[in-house]
């Protein structure tokens, strides 16, 4: 009896300490992950990416497209 429960708080010890050991490095490691877009600056790009001036490019590329199909 004794060197069953011996043998369980050995296994009990080695999970705590695996346990751990792995959120020691979570830990360590968060610094290096991206973080995450701020909320107010990627709705700002957004609604750059929608305007007049952005989308001049779409524009040209649509008015030569037209004019290759009409021409052709």
Known sequence: ???ATS????????ISVASAATLAYLVA???RRAKPVDGAAAF???IA???DDSREHLREQIKIAREQRQGG
């Open 1 to 3: 009896m004794i060197a």
């Open 7 to 14: 043998v369980a708080s050995l296994v009990f010890a080695a």
């Open 29 to 31: 490691t968060d610094g």
């Open 44 to 46: 700002r790009r957004h």
């Open 49 to 51: 990416a929608l305007s």
